[in-house]
C-alpha cells in the first residue's frame, strides 16, 4: 500500500507524459521502442544533438595528446565517439522509461565519462556538460531536476578546484553546466507540455466528431422513425385496397409518395448540416489525412485571419488542395497558409501536372471560386511541388 501511495505521489509531482508522440507513447511494446527511436522528434534531437557533440572534438584532442602510442590514442577517440552516441541515443531512450528508468540513463552517460579519466583525468568535467543537458531531457520532477544539475554543477566545481586550483578562472565550466542543462530542462518541458496539449485537442476532435455523430443519428431516427412507420401502414392499406377500391388505393399511394419526399428532404438537410464546411473543420480533417498519409502538416494556428464571407469557401479551398496533395503529391511536407487576402496550400511533391488545371475537383472548385468573386491559381510552390493559390 505505501509503494502504491509513492508510485502515486510520484506520478503526480510533475509532467510525466513524454516529449515522444502520442501515437509511440501509448504502444508499450518492443516495437514502440524502435518507432521512439526513430521517430520524427527523435530524429530533429539527433540533428540538434549532433551539432553539440561537435565540441567532443576538444576531448578527443586531448586524449590523443595524453595517448602514449598510437593504439591508446584509437582506443581513447573510440570511447569518446561510443560518449557522444550514448548521448544522442539516451534522450529518446529516457522517454521511453518511467522516472527512475531516466534517472539510470543519466547516471550511466556520467559513469560512461569516467572511461576517459585514465587520459585526461578530471578532464572528463568538460563531458559533463552533455549529461546536465540529458538531464534536462529527460523531464523528470522539478525537484529532481534542478538539484541533480546543481550537484553535476557543484562537482564539476570541486573537481577543477583541486585540479587547478581555487582561482576565478574555474567558474566558468561549472557555470556553463548549469545554466545550459537548466535551459534544455525548460525547453524539455515546453516540448512536452505542446505535445500534451496537441494529444488533448486531438482526444477533443474525436469527442466533437462522436458528439456530432450521434446528434445527427439522434436526428436521423426522429426525422425517419414517424414517416417510415406511417409509409409501412399506407402502403400495406393500399395493397389491400388495390382490388377493392382502386381510387382509394391510388389517394393512399400518393400520401406513400408525399411522405417520402418529405421524409427525403429532412433527410437531405440534416445531412447537408453534417456535411457544412467550415474552415476550422477542414483544417482538422487537413491534419488526420495528412498523417495518415504521412505528410508533415504545416497549418495555421489560428482562422481569425479569414474574414466572415469567405470562411466556407476558405473551407472549400483547404479540403480540395489538401486532397489534391494527398492523392498526387507524393510529397513530404504540405504548408496552408491563410490570410485576410490570400490562401494558399502548397506542398514539396512532384509539382504541376500537365493535367492539374483541368481536375473535375479543381474545375469545380474553380467553379466555386469564381462565382464567389475571387480568383484561383494553380502552378508550382516555392516548395518545389504543387501550389494552389486563391485571391480574395
Given at each position: 500500500?505505501?509503494?502504491?501511495?509513492?508510485?502515486?505521489?510520484?506520478?503526480?509531482a510533475?509532467p510525466?507524459?513524454?516529449?515522444?508522440?502520442?501515437?509511440?507513447?501509448?504502444?508499450?511494446?518492443?516495437?514502440?521502442?524502435?518507432?521512439?527511436?526513430f521517430?520524427?522528434?527523435a530524429?530533429?534531437w539527433?540533428t540538434?544533438?549532433?551539432i553539440?557533440?561537435?565540441w567532443?572534438?576538444?576531448?578527443?584532442q586531448d586524449?590523443?595528446?595524453?595517448?602514449?602510442?598510437?593504439?591508446?590514442?584509437?582506443?581513447g577517440?573510440?570511447?569518446v565517439?561510443?560518449?557522444?552516441?550514448?548521448?544522442?541515443?539516451?534522450?529518446?531512450?529516457?522517454?521511453?522509461?518511467?522516472?527512475?528508468?531516466?534517472l539510470l540513463?543519466?547516471?550511466?552517460?556520467?559513469?560512461?565519462?569516467?572511461?576517459?579519466?585514465?587520459?585526461?583525468?578530471?578532464g572528463?568535467?568538460?563531458?559533463w556538460?552533455?549529461v546536465g543537458?540529458l538531464?534536462?531531457m529527460?523531464?523528470?520532477?522539478?525537484?529532481?531536476?534542478?538539484?541533480?544539475?546543481l550537484?553535476l554543477?557543484?562537482?564539476?566545481?570541486?573537481?577543477e578546484?583541486?585540479?587547478?586550483?581555487?582561482?576565478e578562472?574555474?567558474?566558468?565550466?561549472?557555470?556553463?553546466i548549469?545554466s545550459?542543462?537548466?535551459m534544455?530542462?525548460?525547453?524539455?518541458r515546453?516540448?512536452a507540455a505542446?505535445?500534451?496539449?496537441?494529444?488533448?485537442?486531438?482526444q477533443?476532435?474525436?469527442?466533437?466528431?462522436?458528439?456530432?455523430?450521434?446528434?445527427?443519428?439522434?436526428?436521423?431516427?426522429?426525422?425517419?422513425?414517424?414517416?417510415?412507420?406511417?409509409?409501412t401502414?399506407?402502403?400495406?392499406?393500399?395493397?389491400?385496397?388495390?382490388?377493392?377500391?382502386p381510387?382509394?388505393?391510388?389517394?393512399?399511394?400518393?400520401?406513400?409518395?408525399?411522405l417520402?419526399?418529405g421524409?427525403?428532404?429532412?433527410?437531405?438537410?440534416?445531412v447537408?448540416?453534417?456535411?457544412?464546411?467550415?474552415?476550422?473543420g477542414?483544417?482538422?480533417a487537413a491534419?488526420?489525412?495528412?498523417?495518415?498519409?504521412?505528410?508533415?502538416?504545416?497549418l495555421?494556428?489560428s482562422t481569425?485571419s479569414?474574414?466572415?464571407?469567405?470562411?466556407?469557401?476558405?473551407?472549400?479551398?483547404?479540403?480540395?488542395?489538401?486532397?489534391?496533395?494527398?492523392?498526387?503529391?507524393?510529397?513530404?511536407?504540405?504548408?496552408?497558409?491563410?490570410?485576410?487576402?490570400?490562401?494558399?496550400i502548397?506542398?514539396?511533391?512532384?509539382?504541376?501536372?500537365?493535367s492539374?488545371g483541368?481536375s473535375?475537383?479543381?474545375?469545380?472548385?474553380?467553379?466555386?471560386?469564381?462565382?464567389?468573386?475571387?480568383?484561383m491559381?494553380?502552378?508550382?510552390?516555392?516548395?518545389?511541388?504543387?501550389?494552389?493559390?486563391?485571391?480574395?
Open positions: 500500500m505505501d509503494a502504491e501511495l509513492r508510485d502515486r505521489r510520484d506520478r503526480d510533475g510525466d507524459w513524454p516529449i515522444r508522440p502520442p501515437s509511440v507513447a501509448s504502444t508499450p511494446s518492443g516495437g514502440s521502442l524502435r518507432e521512439l527511436l521517430s520524427r522528434g530524429v530533429s539527433y540538434g544533438g549532433a553539440a557533440t561537435i567532443l572534438v576538444t576531448i578527443a586524449v590523443v595528446a595524453a595517448s602514449g602510442s598510437v593504439a591508446s590514442a584509437v582506443l577517440v573510440a570511447l565517439v561510443v560518449f557522444g552516441l550514448a548521448f544522442l541515443v539516451g534522450a529518446p531512450l529516457a522517454w521511453s522509461l518511467p522516472r527512475r528508468g531516466r540513463v543519466c547516471a550511466g552517460l556520467l559513469a560512461l565519462s569516467f572511461t576517459l579519466f585514465p587520459w585526461i583525468g578530471w572528463v568535467v568538460g563531458a556538460t552533455y543537458v538531464v534536462g529527460s523531464v523528470l520532477r522539478w525537484a529532481v531536476t534542478w538539484p541533480a544539475i550537484a554543477g557543484a562537482a564539476a566545481l570541486l573537481a578546484g583541486f585540479s587547478y586550483g581555487w582561482s578562472g574555474i567558474l566558468w565550466l561549472p557555470a556553463i548549469v545550459i542543462s537548466l534544455m530542462a525548460a525547453f524539455a515546453t516540448t505542446m505535445n500534451q496539449l496537441r494529444a488533448t485537442q486531438s477533443l476532435e474525436s469527442l466533437a466528431v462522436e458528439r456530432e455523430r450521434n446528434r445527427v443519428g439522434r436526428d436521423l431516427h426522429d426525422i425517419l422513425g414517424h414517416s417510415l412507420t406511417v409509409i401502414v399506407k402502403a400495406e392499406l393500399a395493397g389491400r385496397l388495390v382490388d377493392a377500391d381510387a382509394r388505393a391510388r389517394s393512399e399511394i400518393a400520401e406513400v409518395e408525399g417520402a419526399r421524409a427525403l428532404a429532412d433527410v437531405r438537410a440534416t447537408a448540416g453534417f456535411r457544412g464546411v467550415n474552415i476550422s477542414e483544417l482538422a491534419r488526420s489525412a495528412l498523417d495518415a498519409a504521412g505528410i508533415e502538416p504545416d495555421p494556428s481569425d479569414i474574414p466572415s464571407s469567405h470562411r466556407e469557401l476558405a473551407g472549400w479551398v483547404v479540403r480540395e488542395g489538401v486532397t489534391n496533395v494527398v492523392r498526387h503529391s507524393h510529397a513530404h511536407l504540405c504548408r496552408v497558409t491563410l490570410g485576410p487576402r490570400e490562401i494558399e502548397a506542398d514539396d511533391g512532384v509539382g504541376p501536372s500537365t492539374a483541368s473535375t475537383g479543381l474545375a469545380g472548385l474553380r467553379e466555386r471560386v469564381e462565382a464567389a468573386g475571387a480568383r491559381t494553380v502552378g508550382r510552390s516555392d516548395l518545389g511541388g504543387f501550389s494552389l493559390r486563391v485571391s480574395l
